[in-house]
């Protein structure tokens, strides 16, 4: 039996036809700038954009009155006549030829068409300035200016202006390279039997011109991009900030059910042993209601405790109440807040909820009053009624706001104090008092709760 071997041949390399994959980083940048060339100046060239109005919300332009407001707006078309104003006096006063004779108007007619083409065709325009700067050469008869003579010069510069304002940098930059291509050709080609030729000082000024521009663009480019970012970031500030406030809320809402959840399971379990023999229907009632508080509670912590952070840990001291604010209003008389509690109706026992949210309205409304009034002196009113619990934090003005500057704040200790309330459906009115100062009056219902019914 014959052994036999196979030997796997090198194939040489694909050619450029064999697919784009072969294709050298060189060729492919080529084809990409042609491609670009493609679609910026010859790409629906003639397509009619016509130059819109200024916008008239600009810093200087807003404080002039109506009706020069309303000129403003057609500044840029005003200036855009001026340039072809300019070249139409320019081509037919340097034509050479006697003022009156139908050759003068025309080249005179020639550079000021191209300028005004801009208002409506820009790409247009520029390759009429192109096409029109040999023919105003030829009908001039040649002159000491090549290839641009005076009248072509203004047109021609005011068109790449004007253009490249109206388009990207990328369209600007083709367009100084195919008149860079054009001064190259004439000067080769004719530039030689002329003592001057005026290509370098066309190039130098277009360039700095069309510079001027796209640096303008990117500057514009770039502040509006610092402007939606500001936006986005503003706008998730404020939510981040609102979804940590609800966070909180859920958090405190989370502890407040749980712990009653927890002693309405634990009583119901306790409460048959308190009975001497009881009812086989009581002990079923008291299962029931404790398996309905397990089951409540455990479903309470899978929904709510979600909103807890890895690294949230649960307060070891009880939650705030109303019994505590004479702490809280020793630690804001400290910090250079003179304030009063004033305390109406008679003193009870509310829900653990409503004690919270009003030491919570409270803590918030004195912490605005020491940031963005400080040395005023503040009031803080509780009125205990039949059918819920009042509160009403005011705060005089600022003494010295000239001495003392405000602390700005993220402006979210109001829509906080909002959604306290809504939580509890209740009321809340907030804004400033006729003396200066700024009045938050809260209204938190409480069900009442009648003795027969207990």
Known sequence: MTETTQQHIPRAPRGDGDGAGARSPEYRLAQNSLRGLRQDLFHDAFAYRPLPPRPTDGPFVRRLPPRLRSAAQHLPHALVGAVALLALMAGTLSSGLPGGDMPSLLIGLLCALPVLATLVRPIGAFWLSLAATPVVAILNGGGSDWPWMPGAFICHLGVLVVVALRTRPRTAAWMWVLTAVYALLSDVLVGG???????????????????????????????????????????????????????TIARELHDVVAHHMSVVAIQAEAAPYRVDNPPPELERAFATIRENAVAALTELRRILGVVRAEDYEAPDAPQPTL???????????????????????????????????????????????????PGAS??????????????RIVNGPAPNPSLVKPSPGAGHGITGMRERVTMLNGEMTAGATDDGGYEVAVFLPVATVIEGDA
């Open 193 to 247: 039997s002329y003592y001057y030729t005026n290509s370098g000082p066309m190039m130098v000024t277009s360039a700095f011109a069309l510079l001027v521009v796209s640096l303008r663009h990117v500057r514009h480019t770039a502040q509006q991009e610092v402007t939606a970012q500001q936006t986005v970031t503003a706008h998730e500030r404020s939510r981040r900030t609102a979804l940590e406030e609800r966070t």
């Open 323 to 373: 019994a505590d604010l004479d702490a809280l209003l020793v630690n804001v008389r400290g910090a250079g807040l003179q304030v009063e509690k004033v305390v109406t109706g008679a003193v009870r026992e509310l829900p653990q909820g409503v004690e919270l949210s009003a030491y919570r309205i409270v803590q918030e409304a004195l912490s605005n009053s020491l940031r963005h009034a």
């Open 378 to 391: 503040a009031r803080v009113e509780i009125g205990y009624v039949l059918g819920g619990l009042g509160v």
